[in-house]
């Protein structure tokens, strides 16, 4: 008897079939399944949208089970699936298969495919049912986090995840139990603190209030290895979840190499590299500490400011390496003689300083002081070489000259400079008139530079006479100032200070011009002044654009290089006696007379003084102030007078005043004078009308 359905119970019976479709594929949406069905008598499938989407296979093309695995299926697993199929039928079980196919747009994804069989009622089976699943991004992100951890568990830095309550680890990877020396196990059973013995309660908190503040924090601490060494390292901290836990998770890496490149750095700014002693940074770092101890004890230290004497000329004439080791060698014998707590330090080429602390008494700075003049002034060996050195040292005293460190080592520079002053090899307090004449100095010097700008300076002659026929041969030219407002400043008062300050190339250019212009003048007038000398200062004949300079005013005055003689120091020359001899035999092959200034006072050796292409020596006035009453200044200027006959060298006599004086030079065979027995110094207009 047929079933009679009505058609309302028939639409709800559909409605329900539909909606409960409906729910089917949106739960299959959301676990990401695709499910199937396929006729095992036709081959022909029925897919789900989620099947085709995830094959990328448009919903209205055909998709038999032929299609699924010779178009998708990758080769590898075609035997794989017709397997499954036969196991799924033998056993009447449902089974599981993971494989990879190649989607229509060509990107290779790995696949689940869970299979059954529904068998009719005799116990054939006439289809497949099953789901798919794309595993793709899942096994993807299975394979990253399996990097991740390995990444993680050996990397060299070391990563430890602690109990925020409790600070007992969690996890402790390979890095860090190679480096603390400790098995997994012994580390889990450990607290941070057993690890971090310097870790205090304090610091902690002041860690957990950055973390919460920026959400990490980084932190510098000791690790105790388990053999009992320690290491620094430096952390990276934040909080993570770690097993359903609130946890910390430290990054250590140890940062041993880093301090001590630190350190080594720290120390390379800080000291001097040639001689490792403090440098400029430093030594102004311990004067001020030096002076916040003294005041604060109420005690005294003195500073001392050395300069060696006659370096300049080592380095110059044996170079540079020579000069470092001399530096080296200065700075062995200085701190030798120095106690523990006084600090020496290199400012930079030849000058040293010193704190002397806990000073009571000022004949401790003496003694001091005495022992550096000594132990420099010994011999220096080097390379087989036996060399020369002193020291010029200026003392200030904390706080009897001063309260701040600016004005300390301005005085103790100031009584340096006062020690070479008075000859150097020794050393000089400093005083209130220092300070002065300082002052004096730095005025002068200012003015020095106006006057040379504004060229202020008036040339003054000084006739040399041939004491036979009374007749004038020569003029030594010679420069005074014409300041403004002070009027005529002789040479002894500007001349040194000029030499000290590097101004002498100018002051001498001045002059030349001047003079030359003067006497190409009166030569043109018919006037007949001789030979005009100048002054020559060596540093000037050593700039290298002196003789084209020489030449080029020669030429503009017209002046003729038979008028000219350069009178040089003998101090000068010796300094460095073939460089000069090399630097005069140009002057020489040019016509210029050359004459020896001073000769007596310096040190010249007879060796070297026939090399020299000279053509006149002066008898220097120190020599003849006192004949004819000193016996020594008689037999010193005829032995110079003697000298320069066997070398058939012209000779003058300067500072001659009185006619006794006159008279000895001439009858002991020195014809030329000059004096204030024939003239004073004068200027153009009176040489002008001497000469008419």
């Known amino acids: 008897m047929p079933i009679d359905i009505k058609n309302d119970d028939l639409e709800t019976a559909l409605s329900k079939l539909k909606a409960r479709e409906d729910t089917l594929r949106s739960l299959e949406n959301v676990a990401g399944l695709g499910s199937w069905e396929i006729d095992l008598a036709t081959k022909e499938s029925i897919w789900s949208p989620k099947s085709y989407e995830i094959y990328k296979v448009p919903q209205d093309s055909e998709v038999g089970l032929d299609f699924f695995t010779n178009t998708l299926l990758l080769p590898q697993y075609r035997d794989k699936i017709d397997e499954i199929i036969q196991k799924v039928i033998r056993s009447k079980e449902a089974h599981h298969i993971t494989c990879k196919a190649k989607r229509t747009d060509g990107k290779i994804i790995d696949i689940s495919i869970n299979v059954q069989a529904i068998f009719d009622e005799k116990g054939k089976a006439t289809k497949l049912i099953g789901t798919t699943q794309d595993l793709t991004e899942y096994l993807q992100l299975k394979q990253h986090t399996k990097e991740l951890v390995e990444l993680i568990e050996y990397s060299s830095n070391e990563i430890y995840i602690l109990d ?20 997994k196990q012994e580390l889990l059973s450990m607290n941070v603190k057993e690890i971090n013995p310097d870790l205090t309660q304090e610091r902690i908190e002041e860690i957990a209030s950055t973390m919460k503040s920026k959400g990490y924090a980084l932190n510098r601490a000791i690790h105790k290895r388990k053999d009992g060494t320690r290491y620094p390292v430096q952390s990276y901290i934040h909080t993570l979840t770690y097993q359903n836990r609130d946890a910390i998770v430290l990054f250590d890496t140890d940062i041993s190499q880093t301090l001590q490149l630190e350190q080594e750095l720290h120390h390379q700014a800080h000291h001097d590299l040639l001689t490792v002693l403090p440098n400029r940074m430093l030594f102004h770092d311990r004067l001020s500490q030096a002076i916040v101890s003294a005041k604060r004890h109420e005690t005294k230290f003195a500073l001392l400011f050395l300069d060696l004497d006659h370096f300049k000329t080592i380095n110059d004439s044996l170079g540079h390496q020579i000069g470092d080791k001399v530096l080296i060698e200065a700075t062995k014998r200085l701190k030798s003689i120095l106690r523990e707590e006084d600090t020496l330090s290199r400012l930079g080429g030849d000058e040293f300083t010193i704190i002397l602390k806990d000073i009571h008494d000022i004949k401790d700075i003496v003694t001091v002081a005495k022992k550096i003049n000594h132990i420099l002034k010994e011999p220096i060996y080097i390379e087989s070489q036996q060399l020369y050195i002193s020291a010029s040292i200026g003392i200030s005293i904390y706080p009897d000259n001063t309260h701040t460190e600016e004005n300390l080592i301005k005085y103790a520079d100031t009584a340096m400079y006062k020690a070479k002053e008075d000859g150097r090899d020794r050393f000089a ?10 002052y004096r100095n730095v005025v002068l010097e200012n003015s020095l530079r106006i006057a040379i700008k504004e060229q202020q300076f008036e040339i003054y002659y000084q006739p040399q006479y041939d004491a036979k026929n009374e007749r004038i041969v020569g003029m030594e030219a010679l420069v005074r100032w014409q300041h403004p407002h002070l009027g005529i400043i002789p040479p002894n008062e500007f001349i040194p200070m000029a030499e000290k300050v590097g101004l002498i190339v100018e002051i001498d250019k001045i002059v030349m011009q001047k003079a030359m ?5 009166w030569y043109r007038d018919g006037l007949k002044p001789g030979t005009l000398a100048l002054n020559l200062a060596m540093k000037h004949l050593n700039e290298q654009e002196f003789i084209p300079y020489l030449l080029n005013t020669m030429q503009q005055y017209n002046f003729h290089p038979s008028w000219l003689e350069m009178e040089l120091t003998e101090g000068d020359i010796m300094r460095d006696p073939e460089t000069s001899i090399k630097k005069l035999n140009i002057l020489h092959e040019i016509g210029i007379e050359l004459a020896i200034d001073d000769f007596g006072t310096g040190y010249s050796s007879l060796s070297y003084l026939k090399k020299f292409p000279l053509t006149k020596l002066k008898i220097d006035r120190s020599f003849i102030k006192d004949i004819p009453t000193d016996e020594e200044d008689i037999a010193i200027t005829k032995a110079i007078i003697a000298l320069s006959k066997s070398l058939r060298l012209k000779l003058i006599a300067e500072g001659v005043e009185t006619e006794e004086q006159r008279l000895f030079v001439r009858d002991n065979g020195c014809n030329y004078i000059q004096g204030y027995y024939y003239s004073k110094p004068i200027p153009a207009q009176e040489v002008t009308t001497l000469l008419s």
């Open 164 to 183: 925020i309550d409790t600070l007992d680890y969690l996890y402790a990877n390979k890095g860090a139990r190679d480096a603390l020396g400790y098995t």
């Open 429 to 438: 307090f400093y005083s209130t008139e220092m300070t002065e004449d300082a």
């Open 517 to 521: 212009q003067q006497f190409a003048t």
